[in-house]
């Protein structure tokens, strides 16, 4: 990587997104993280930078209006010289308490669809509309999914619903992108299982409403969970490999 990669990254404030956020940095890229809050464990250490808005992904279409004037300014400081590489990672989530359905509270599970699937809707429609004359950049677009968008859990099921959404919104993404001069490439990608914040508030609910939630400490009991750094460097390396986008929904087996 070198600093003429751009990498728009959300929730890059902690968790797997602050890891992929500190991987392009250290290659020299500029990120921009989208956040509720900022990390203070993120540095521009290269030629790159950095850039982080504290951003409540509950209410998307503000800020896809940003992002788009974002980009255009930064289309104008560039000067011609735009980055050779143009990454948005689509990493935030929003776990609403786990539980069955008919025990959560509505706005829970709606803001949960806010965050997870319609902030990522949204902002890659205003991405792709600001740069689709960006003739000359290697333009990708990757969503973060999970396997419980292919397999349904009881007391997960907004968040099994955000991550089925974002594997479905690839795969007719990726037919459209393609249909386009010089389109992005686009793929849904699980991670796999990672030590973050959402696993801690998995294992640590009530077994009384959620039913998994054995299976979720068996995994932190057992030590099957991967770091983030370690998820973040699997991630990346699918996301600039030769053949991205060429299955639209995948993990990082590829």
């Known amino acids: 990587m070198t600093m003429h990669t751009l990498a728009i990254i959300t929730g890059a404030s902690r968790g797997l997104g602050q890891a992929m956020a500190a991987q392009y940095l250290a290659g020299g890229g500029f990120v921009l993280g989208l956040s509720r809050g900022q990390s203070a464990g993120l ?5 790159g930078g ?5 951003a409540d992904l509950s209410d998307p279409l503000p800020l896809a209006e940003r992002l788009a004037a974002w980009l255009a300014d930064f289309e104008r400081r560039a000067a011609g010289r735009l980055p050779a590489r143009v990454r948005v990672i689509h990493n935030a989530a929003l776990l609403s308490e786990p539980g069955d359905t008919a025990d959560t509270d509505p706005a829970d599970l709606a803001r949960s669809l806010r965050v997870g699937l319609e902030a990522p809707v949204a902002l890659t429609a205003a991405f792709l509309r600001a740069t689709a004359h960006w003739a000359a950049a290697d333009r990708r677009v990757l969503f973060v999914s999970s396997g419980l968008g292919r397999r349904a859990m009881a007391g997960n099921a907004a968040y099994c619903a955000q991550k089925a959404g974002l594997d479905h919104f690839a795969r007719a993404l990726a037919l459209e992108e393609q249909a386009r001069p010089h389109g992005a490439r686009v793929a849904s990608v699980a991670p796999g299982i990672i030590d973050t914040d959402m696993q801690r508030q998995l ?52």
Do not use: C, M
Request: aromatic share 8%; charged share 20%.
């Open 203 to 254: 294992r640590g609910a009530d077994p009384k409403r959620f039913a998994a939630q054995a299976t979720f400490a068996g995994f932190h009991g057992s030590g099957a969970l991967d770091s983030p750094a370690s998820a973040a460097a699997k991630v990346i390396a699918l996301l600039e490999r030769d053949d991205y986008g060429a299955n639209p929904v995948t993990d990082v087996r590829g």
């Open 50 to 54: 950095l850039e982080q808005w504290p």
């Open 43 to 47: 540095a521009a250490t290269g030629p």
